[in-house]
Nanobody
Framework: QVQLVESGGGLVQPGGSLRLSCAAS????????MGWYRQAPWKERELVAT???????DYGDSVTGRFTISRDSAKNTVSLQMNSLKPEDTAVYYC?????????????????WGKGTLVTVSS
C-alpha cells in the first residue's frame, strides 16, 4: 500500500501564491505517476497536474502557465507551486499516486489518494 499526506493548504488572496507538498510512504517502489487533483463543492474532481518518474509533466487547461508540478525523489515528495491564484482555484486538493500491478500477464493501474488539503482563494 501507498500512503499519501498533503500539506501547505490555506487561505490566500487573489493573485497570491501557495505551494503544496505531498509526502509518499509505504510501498512506493511501484509508483509510475504522481499528481494533483482538486474538487470544489458540487463539482467533479478534476486534473490539476501529473508528473512521471522521469519528470514528464501534464497540466489541466485551467492551470497551464500558472501552476508548476515538481518531484523530489530523494525525499519521496511531489510539490505544486501555484501562482496567480484565482477564486475559482478554491478547492480541496488531493495528492494521487498510480502503481502498476499484474494479473495473468497483463498490467493494470491502481490509484492511491491522500486525504486532501483545502485551498481557499478569497479577499
Amino acid at each position: 500500500q501507498v500512503q499519501l499526506v498533503e500539506s501547505g493548504g490555506g487561505l490566500v488572496q487573489p493573485g497570491g501564491s501557495l505551494r503544496l507538498s505531498c509526502a509518499a510512504s509505504g510501498s512506493i517502489g511501484g509508483i509510475n505517476v504522481m499528481g494533483w487533483y482538486r474538487q470544489a463543492p458540487w463539482k467533479e474532481r478534476e486534473l490539476v497536474a501529473t508528473i512521471t518518474s522521469d519528470d514528464m509533466t501534464d497540466y489541466g487547461d485551467s492551470v497551464t502557465g500558472r501552476f508548476t508540478i515538481s518531484r523530489d525523489s530523494a525525499k519521496n515528495t511531489v510539490s505544486l507551486q501555484m501562482n496567480s491564484l484565482k477564486p475559482e482555484d478554491t478547492a480541496v486538493y488531493y495528492c494521487n499516486a498510480e502503481t502498476l500491478f499484474g494479473v495473468d500477464g497483463r498490467f493494470y493501474g491502481k490509484d492511491h489518494w491522500g486525504k486532501g488539503t483545502l485551498v481557499t482563494v478569497s479577499s
